[in-house]
């Protein structure tokens, strides 16, 4: 017959191979603390490519101000503009 410490010793035993609760929350925080920081880094990836793009919109917008004000001046001094 089992005594209360073969008892205690199988479930000791147990606790080693089998996951637990409170392994599963641990777990849960350590993932938790990893997601957030990889959401972080990819709200910022997010961020720098909106702000290029819109840099870019507005560069584009400049470039055709200037070629337009470049094409009205070749054309008031007599000089030929070619793209």
């Not at 000791?12 to 972080?40: H, I, N, P, Q, R």
């Not at 917008?61 to 000089?79: C, D, F, N, P, S």
Request: glycine content about 4%.
């Amino acid at each position: 017959m089992l005594t209360p410490d073969d008892i205690k010793a199988i479930v000791e035993a147990g606790k080693e191979v089998y996951t637990t609760k409170e392994d599963l929350a641990a777990l849960d925080v350590k993932f938790s603390e990893k997601f957030d920081k990889v959401m972080t880094a990819l709200d910022a990836i997010a961020k720098n490519m909106k702000d290029y793009h819109q840099e870019a919109t507005v560069n584009r917008t400049r470039l055709e101000r200037m070629e337009e004000w470049i094409k009205q001046a070749a054309g008031k001094i007599g000089v030929e503009y070619k793209v």
